[in-house]
């Protein structure tokens, strides 16, 4: 025999006091029975558990998958047929389908391909009737000068590799606006989950210029002990999670983030970033497939570049770019042009407020230009014509093309420019020497900070590391302490 909640204040308050679903069951059950006089059933055996505690996570788990599967809505569209011409849909999960005597097959492609949103030209002018998200003046030059940072870094720290001071580096060249103007729409609280071309965002939150340096030449103060490759950022402190060089797999890991940021009823969202060649990953349709069905408030950002190393995207898929892919799994998908950084601010912003305030994941995709090589390790002449690199080097330049707009509203000048350029070149250069001449991580902290009370296979991979050091000085570094 079936019970009603609509019926059963003492049920619900029952399960208020045992289980804490008062909060879950108003939104999703006890406004709309008040209101349009809907049951929710729990069966006898359900209720019969509500008193006994072996039996309350069952309960709780039943109750609360029947209030995630009732928040799922399907698009209108599916529901509006009618009920009654039974012999003309079906009523299948999801929502009705419409039963059509003519086989259709759906076209592999659009006839046109998804429009790019887009706010200034390549001139940086704004373009008639723009949809475009205001943007101050104190806003729009820390934009700017943190663009300028990121580029004068990338320059700085390639140098740096190419004169075997640091071991590795890859730049952001050509990608300043999604790096800077993503960060800027965000909030602190936002968790964000990097590939490894977002320096930017944590240059936005505050990660130092030195603490950039101590991370790149692998020192003592490095928050990773030395234990990371260069580029390879993290930061706790601000909500950053390290870089990890596996593609894709931050994927699924941001859509677990944004469901738990979405149990705590957090005003945040996760955000995670990956390229075109990440989108071929099994982790980036999982991931997907995940947040849609979870609800999850996580915004997708691909950074189609063009390139995946040396795979062009006319190898990587066949389809209309990566935008295309998330109204295959039920997500709002967007494409923005990424070298307009009023136009990436705008779209995140947007996103941002869709996905806490609705409960969805969101999926950007910017299409930009890596115009410097895909890393140290890398010379990407040798698959792409030179005269390409230079036309997005200096006629689609996103930071040049934010210039032109700030300094039409008068927000910046020359004068700005040369001297802000000199200070942050010098304030790096201090920043590498400093790095540079700073004391090594000790060989002990290779083994540390995984387990609470080391095992002693890892105690005896220590010694036996110290023995072969001991034994074989010149072929390791004598500035790291053993």
């Not at 055996?45 to 809505?73: E, M, Q, W, Y």
């Amino acid at each position: 025999m079936a019970l009603c909640m609509r019926k059963s204040p003492k049920l619900i308050n029952l399960l208020k006091y045992r289980m804490g679903l008062f909060d879950m069951i108003t939104p999703c059950f006890w406004n709309s029975t008040s209101s349009h006089h809907q049951e929710f059933p729990v069966k006898a055996p359900i209720a019969h558990n509500l008193g006994n505690p072996d039996k309350d996570l069952s309960v709780k788990t039943t109750l609360f998958s029947a209030c995630r599967f009732k928040s799922t809505k399907p698009e209108k569209q599916l529901n509006s047929l009618n009920d009654a011409d039974d012999n003309k849909v079906l009523d299948f999960p999801g929502g009705k389908v419409r039963f059509s005597p003519k086989m259709t097959f759906i076209s592999e492609s659009p006839e046109e391909r998804t429009q790019c949103y887009r706010v200034l030209d390549d001139n940086g002018q704004l373009i008639l009737g723009s949809n475009l998200v205001q943007v101050g003046e104190e806003l729009a030059v820390k934009m700017y000068t943190d663009m300028i940072t990121l580029q004068t870094m990338d320059t700085l720290f390639y140098e740096a590799q190419r004169q075997g001071r640091i071991s590795f580096y890859l730049t952001t060249i050509g990608e300043e606006a999604i790096n800077i103007a993503t960060a800027a729409a965000l909030t602190a609280d936002d968790h964000v989950f990097p590939q490894y071309r977002e320096p930017g965002v944590l240059l936005w939150r505050g990660f130092t210029l030195q603490e950039f340096a101590n991370q790149c030449f692998v020192n003592k103060a490095d928050h990773g002990k030395g234990r990371q490759m260069p580029v390879h950022y993290g930061s706790n402190k601000h909500n950053y999670f390290t870089v990890s060089s596996t593609i894709a797999t931050q994927l699924p890991h941001a859509v677990g983030a944004a469901y738990a940021l979405k149990m705590d009823r957090k005003d945040a969202c996760a955000v995670t970033y990956f390229g075109d060649g990440g989108s071929s990953e099994g982790d980036f349709h999982a991931a997907l497939n995940f947040a849609a069905v979870l609800e999850a408030p996580v915004i997708f950002i691909c950074r189609n570049n063009g390139w995946a190393i040396s795979t062009p995207t006319s190898d990587q898929f066949r389809s209309d770019g990566v935008v295309v892919r998330g109204s295959a799994y039920g997500v709002q998908s967007i494409r923005v042009d990424g070298n307009d950084a009023l136009a990436i601010y705008g779209a995140v912003h947007a996103a941002r407020k869709m996905a806490i305030t609705e409960h969805r994941p969101i999926l950007i995709e910017a299409l930009t230009y890596r115009v410097g090589h895909h890393s140290t390790s890398d010379d990407s002449t040798k698959y792409r014509p030179v005269d390409e690199i230079e036309w997005w080097k200096w006629a689609r330049d996103p930071v040049t093309r934010f210039r032109k707009w700030i300094e039409s509203k008068y927000w910046w000048s020359s004068e700005a420019e040369s001297e802000f350029r000199s200070s942050v070149r010098q304030q790096l250069l201090h920043a590498i020497q400093v790095a540079e001449k700073a004391e090594k991580p000790p060989v002990a902290d290779i083994f540390t900070d995984v387990y609470d009370v080391p095992p002693s296979n890892l105690h005896e991979q220590e010694k036996l590391l110290r023995e072969t050091i001991r034994r074989h000085p010149r072929d390791y570094p004598s500035d790291v302490p053993a």
